[in-house]
T-cell receptor, first 115, second 113 residues
Framework: AQKITQTQPGMFVQEKEAVTLDCTYD???????LFWYKQPSSGEMIFLIY??????QNATEGRYSLNFQKARKSANLVISASQLGDSAMYFC????????????FGQGTTLQVKP | DSGVTQTPKHLITATGQRVTLRCSPR?????VYWYQQSLDQGLQFLIQ???????AKGNILERFSAQQFPDLHSELNLSSLELGDSALYFC????????????FGPGTRLTVL
């Protein structure tokens, strides 16, 4: 069965510093996709970044980068130069098996950015 | 703004009632997904439609049903509501043939009293 694990329930980071949010996954499918979403206190789910299992390079989107280590089955999110607005819940998700885009989510990590 | 719209934003109802949640995907997106977010279960996939056809089913209760209409909007029907159905219900959409993007609507917060 496919599974996503986020072991950090809560994290603190100082403003302007970088932070890494951990995500490990388990799947037997050779083809899969990994996503990160941000959920601020207002509740919406904001798509941040995507990494495909066959992508040769780590995905980057502005201040977000995904540290993809296939052999270790990890897909950590790195946020550079943290801002106060980065305070939110962050979810790692994996696209399920088969010809479907359904997502399996981890339990989330709450990030608080300190001024 | 993701381009996915959901109505209503909030819904308060009583046990045993039936409600309908509505979702309009981003323009051009053919896939619609429904997810439930609750404190005890986290974020769970419920069901996916692609161009009007059911594509995948997750942990969706028999009391729940969904459909996607010819104009691609989707509705999630929840019946015989129980206290435990209180949750945030998200709709998401992704483009044709594209599983590398999935954009979420703002959600409908359902409270069952």
């Amino acid at each position: 069965a496919q599974k996503i694990t986020q072991t950090q329930p809560g994290m603190f980071v100082q403003e302007k510093e970088a932070v890494t949010l951990d995500c490990t996954y388990d799947t037997s499918d050779p083809s899969y996709g990994l996503f990160w979403y941000k959920q601020p206190s207002s509740g919406e789910m904001i798509f941040l970044i995507y990494q495909g299992s066959y992508d040769q390079q780590n995905a980057t989107e502005g201040r977000y980068s995904l540290n993809f280590q296939k052999a270790r089955k990890s897909a950590n999110l790195v946020i550079s130069a943290s801002q106060l607005g980065d305070s939110a819940m962050y979810f790692c998700a994996m696209r399920g098996s088969g010809n479907t885009g359904k997502l399996i989510f981890g339990q989330g990590t709450t990030l608080q950015v300190k001024p | 703004d993701s381009g996915v719209t959901q109505t209503p934003k909030h819904l308060i109802t009583a046990t045993g009632q039936r409600v309908t949640l509505r979702c309009s995907p981003r323009s051009g997106d053919l896939s619609v997904y429904w997810y439930q977010q609750s404190l005890d279960q986290g974020l769970q996939f419920l069901i996916q439609y692609y161009n009007g056809e059911e594509r995948a089913k997750g942990n969706i209760l028999e009391r729940f049903s969904a459909q996607q209409f010819p104009d691609l909007h989707s509705e999630l029907n929840l019946s015989s509501l129980e206290l435990g159905d209180s949750a945030l219900y998200f709709c998401a959409s992704s483009p044709r043939g594209g599983f590398h993007e999935q954009f979420f609507g703002p959600g409908t917060r359902l409270t069952v009293l």
